[in-house]
């Protein structure tokens, strides 16, 4: 018989020697690597200590090695963006002295300041409103008509480059819903028969048992300076048209109670000072003209 296939270490079978190692009388056999792919693997090896030699690549305590090219990625995305800049400036010339409307106008700045507006927005703004404009719950849809604060191109431009509720501000957008409920203005079964009312307002259904003449009276007493007494809203106020059924927080019972209670208080921060005055202007042609555009 053949030595090596009486040796427990030989696989008989195969003819190769195994590691040693048994699980459940299994033995696990020693096969050597492919030479192609032993080959491949020290290559890489060599590969790697030049690159680690040509490119930056070890880091020290405060930098990194330079390696011998002294290439860097940083340097390339400077320059592309110092090209980018170049370049903006002079397709947007026309656009530092001419208004949103005035940019609208001209084909030419209209094109550039929706790609660039659309860019802006991407970055800054669909974080809220949604990639499309479409908002959420307590971030205005900005494709429809129903405007807080306006929707021409002047006040788009005025809310984007001041925001709302921004502190220190003195020319951004505030309103200051009272907290009817929450500073005891109102009482629970007026807050109740008020929040019908603006279902009521709105043309939706109310719930068979609502007070509703006494909805009327708390609103007439406490709502129609701000949202007029047809509940049309008022835009230099902030105060929403109460008759079109849409809501930023709801127009459900529960939410209109909770809104009457308790107030909100949204923000949006003022863009001025973070964007420059072309891409804010851009910005504004572009929500303009996302479809809700006055």
């Not at 105060?239 to 939410?255: C, K, V």
């Not at 001025?272 to 996302?290: M, N, Q």
Request: net charge negative.
């Amino acid at each position: 018989m053949d030595q090596k296939h009486e040796d427990p270490h030989v696989d008989a079978a195969t003819g190769m020697p195994t590691t040693g190692h048994e699980w459940d009388g299994i033995r696990e056999l020693n096969t050597p690597l492919p030479r192609w792919w032993l080959g491949i693997f020290y290559a890489t090896i060599v590969w790697s200590i030049g690159y680690w030699i040509v490119y930056p690549a070890w880091p020290l305590l405060t930098d990194a090695t330079k390696g011998v090219i002294g290439y860097a990625s940083r340097t390339d995305i400077s320059a592309d963006m110092a090209r980018l800049k170049a370049q903006r400036a002079a397709q947007a010339a026309g656009m530092a002295d001419a208004t949103p409307a005035q940019i609208k106008a001209d084909p030419t700045l209209f094109q550039i300041a929706m790609a660039q507006g659309k860019a802006a927005f991407g970055d800054n703004c669909a974080a809220c409103h949604g990639v499309g404009g479409a908002g959420a719950k307590g971030y205005p849809n900005l494709n429809d008509d129903d405007w807080l604060w306006g929707g021409s191109p002047a006040a788009i431009q005025q809310t984007i480059r001041h925001g709302i509720r921004v502190a220190g501000d003195n020319d951004t957008r505030v309103s200051q819903m009272p907290a009817f409920g929450r500073d005891g203005v109102l009482k629970r079964e007026e807050i109740a028969a008020v929040a019908s009312h603006v279902r009521e307002l709105a043309g939706l259904p109310t719930e068979p048992k609502a007070d509703l003449p006494l909805g009327r009276k708390v609103y007439a007493d406490n709502c129609a300076a701000c949202h007029g007494a047809a509940g049309k809203g008022n835009q230099e106020l902030g105060a929403p048209n109460l008759t079109d059924a849409i809501s930023l927080y709801g127009m459900d019972l529960a939410s209109l109670t909770e809104t009457i209670a308790n107030s909100r208080n949204g923000v949006m921060p003022g863009w001025a000072g973070r964007l420059d005055e072309t891409t804010i202007k851009a910005l504004t042609v572009y929500v303009h003209s996302l479809g809700g555009g006055q």
